[in-house]
T-cell receptor, first 111, second 116 residues
C-alpha cells in the first residue's frame, strides 16, 4: 500500500471549514483513498473514501487532485466534537486486506 | 453503517493472569476480522488477521502464543492475552469488513487493558 504524509497537527475555529491535506504521491491506479478519524479512547470511525472523483457525504467532502497524488478532507462546519486524529489511508480494494494507519493529523477545533 | 462491538470496554488485571476480549459483528457476518493494538499517543498497529474457521495470521513481532485469537463463528472473534504483564497494557481494537459495503472497515469501540 502507498505511503501517505499528513501534517501532525492542525487547529480550526469552530464553525469554520477544516481542510485536512494528505499527500500520497506514490499511489497506484487501483488504490483508493480512505479517511478515518479517532476520537480519544474510541475506535476509528469511517468518514469517506474515493478513487478518482470527488466525494461528499453527510460528514465530509473528499477532494482528490487530478493526478491523484494528494487529497483534502473537508469538514464544512467544524464543531468541537470534530476534535480527533484524522487518518488518511490508501489501499487496494480487497476484502482480506487490512488498513495500515500512519500517525495521522491531530485536529483541534477551538471555540 | 455496520456495527462491531467489543467487550469488555476496559479491564484491569493482575500480572500473570489471562484476559479475553470479544469482538462481535452485530448485523453482518465477517469471515475476516483484524486486531489492532494502540499505545498512548501512537497510531494503531495491526497485530493479526483473524480468519473464521482457520488459524489467525500474525504480524511480525507479535507472539502468537501470547495473543491467542479464535474466530469460531462468522460473528465472533476473541483475543486472549495470556500471562499478561504490565507491558501488555494497551488499547486493543478489532475491526471487520462487510462485503455489502464497498471498502469500509468497521471498528469496535476498543478495549483498554491495564495490567498491574
Amino acid at each position: 500500500d502507498a505511503k501517505t504524509t499528513q501534517p501532525p497537527s492542525m487547529d480550526c475555529a469552530e464553525g469554520r471549514a477544516a481542510n485536512l491535506p494528505c499527500n500520497h504521491s506514490t499511489i497506484s491506479g487501483n488504490e483508493y483513498v480512505y479517511w478515518y478519524r479517532q476520537i480519544h479512547s474510541q475506535g476509528p470511525q469511517y468518514i469517506i473514501h474515493g478513487l478518482k472523483n470527488n466525494e461528499t457525504n453527510e460528514m465530509a467532502s473528499l477532494i482528490i487532485t487530478e493526478d491523484r497524488k494528494s487529497s483534502t478532507l473537508i469538514l464544512p462546519h467544524a464543531t468541537l466534537r470534530d476534535t480527533a486524529v484524522y487518518y488518511c489511508i490508501v489501499r487496494v480494494e480487497s476484502y482480506g486486506q487490512n488498513f495500515v494507519f500512519g500517525p495521522g493529523t491531530r485536529l483541534s477545533v477551538l471555540p | 453503517g455496520a456495527v462491531v462491538s467489543q467487550h469488555p470496554s476496559w479491564v484491569i488485571c493482575k500480572s500473570g493472569t489471562s484476559v479475553k476480549i470479544e469482538c462481535r459483528s452485530l448485523d453482518f457476518q465477517a469471515t475476516t476480522m483484524f486486531w489492532y493494538r494502540q499505545f498512548p499517543k501512537q497510531s494503531l498497529m495491526l497485530m493479526a488477521t483473524s480468519n473464521e474457521g482457520s488459524k489467525a495470521t500474525y504480524e511480525q513481532g507479535v507472539e502468537k502464543d501470547k495473543f491467542l485469537i479464535n474466530h469460531a463463528s462468522l460473528t465472533l472473534s476473541t483475543l486472549t492475552v495470556t500471562s499478561a504483564h504490565p507491558e501488555d497494557s494497551s488499547f486493543y481494537i478489532c475491526s471487520a469488513r462487510v462485503e455489502r459495503y464497498t471498502g469500509e472497515l468497521f471498528f469496535g469501540e476498543g478495549s483498554r487493558l491495564t495490567v498491574l
